[in-house]
């Protein structure tokens, strides 16, 4: 079973979309942990509501907002999965009916899979928040014209070409940890507690998935790239405070100068109250 780790903080009409588009899927066997790293009861409520309709477990993994702590509430999230593999993704970015199934696909041991996004503009993001509209059973030639109109910044991402073709590509950056985030990301759930997940000493905006992704290559974990399988669409959204942008970029340098492998301060705090 895959464990869908879907992060949220106040944006419930966003979150919405990502959990009726998971109720899509053409791949059943999974369920959905919403990593809330602090949201009003709104959030709450659209995930019972939600939770009414679809047929995939739900659960809600909240904790006090204090800063942005992705590290520590996807930590605690992933601490309750009972799927063997764990797939990141953003409550704000909606995938396409074949999301899970093609992360399924291209789950390899010793592997952690990139995905990519499509960015959505801003006055789109809103008549798509507006009309609910269904990004996840859009053609590629429906988004082709969106692409024509400016409303997506990328197509190429859209297109499938068929994993068959593209295997050996897939491992052409195979210890290169960037470009990987943690908005499309796929691991077995055993590769994760053996680096200790993600490394809390990071708050606020940035590097905490670099981090746990140079962790993950360090443990002979390589990277595996998705694209032309899996790209997911992302909801524009004014840019986050990056107030201690610097302050985490430091850490990431220092991890890249280590040869650390374990997070200091990681999830095995919480696998000790289970």
């Known amino acids: 079973m895959i464990s869908i780790i879907v992060s949220t903080y106040n944006r419930p009409d966003a979150l919405r979309l990502v959990l009726l588009a998971l109720a899509e899927q053409d791949a ?5 942990i919403v990593a809330d790293d602090g949201s009003a009861d709104e959030t709450k409520q659209v995930i019972e509501s939600v939770a009414a309709k679809v047929t995939y477990n739900i659960r809600h993994i909240w904790h006090q907002h204090n800063d942005f702590r992705a590290a520590m509430i996807r930590n605690k999230s992933v601490a309750t999965a009972q799927g063997d593999y764990l797939i990141f993704l953003d409550g704000d970015s909606v995938p396409r009916t074949s999301f899970v199934r093609q992360h399924q696909y291209l789950a390899e041991s010793n592997c952690f899979v990139v995905g990519n996004r499509v960015l959505l503009s801003a006055d789109f993001t809103n008549d798509v928040l507006l009309k609910h509209l269904p ?8 988004w082709f014209k969106n692409f024509c109109c400016g409303n997506i910044n990328r197509f190429l991402p859209i297109l499938f070409l068929g994993n068959f073709y593209l295997r050996h590509l897939r491992f052409l950056r195979h210890t290169k940890w960037q470009g990987a985030k943690t908005c499309n990301l796929g691991m077995w759930k055993k590769d994760f507690f053996a680096v200790n997940g993600f490394d809390e000493n990071y708050s606020g905006w940035g590097y905490e998935d670099s981090d746990l992704v140079i962790r993950l290559i360090r443990n002979k974990v390589l990277r595996k790239d998705g694209h032309f399988a899996v790209p997911i669409f992302h909801l524009w959204h004014p840019a986050n405070s990056r107030n201690r942008e610097q302050v985490n970029y430091q850490k990431l340098k220092e991890i890249e100068s280590s040869d650390r492998i374990k997070a200091v301060h990681g999830v095995d705090k919480y696998l000790t109250k289970i």
Do not use: G
Not at 28 to 32: A, C, G, I, L, R
Not at 135 to 142: A, G
């Open 135 to 142: 990004l996840q059973r859009w053609s590629t030639w429906h």
């Open 28 to 32: 059943k066997d999974f369920e959905v």
